[in-house]
Nanobody
Framework: QVQLVESGGGLVQAGGSLRLSCARS????????MGWYRQAPGKQRELVAV???????NYADSVKGRFTISRDNAKNTVDLQMNSLKPEDTAVYYC??????????????WGQGTQVTVSS
């Protein structure tokens, strides 16, 4: 059974940094991308950053230049380094794995989420 487990969230002052980590256990066939999403209270879940097979990365405009996503295939981890944090970055952050199985059907796996709170 596939599990994604996030860690590294917490409370930080504006301007500070946090590093989130997502560890994957279990075997997944056909992962195309690993990413981080976030959901603030009363808002929809939104993409923060994604890293695609081959190393291409994409970021939400609101985090470009401040956040960096990285992936270690040998360790089955994907990290999100968050610098210059702002109060508006406060949200629950979720790890995601997306791909297609051997039958060609798409899948999405999600972690349980980790809270990031940025105080002003």
């Amino acid at each position: 059974q596939v599990q994604l487990v996030e860690s590294g969230g917490g409370l930080v002052q504006a301007g500070g940094s946090l590093r989130l980590s997502c560890a994957r256990s279990g075997s997944i066939f056909g992962i195309n991308a690993m990413g981080w999403y976030r959901q603030a209270p009363g808002k929809q879940r939104e993409l923060v950053a994604v890293i695609i097979n081959g190393g291409t990365t994409n970021y939400a405009d609101s985090v470009k230049g401040r956040f960096t996503i990285s992936r270690d295939n040998a360790k089955n981890t994907v990290d999100l380094q968050m610098n210059s944090l702002k109060p508006e970055d406060t949200a629950v952050y979720y790890c995601n794995a997306r791909g297609r199985n051997t039958l060609g059907f798409g899948y999405d796996y999600w972690g349980q989420g980790t809270q990031v709170t940025v105080s002003s």
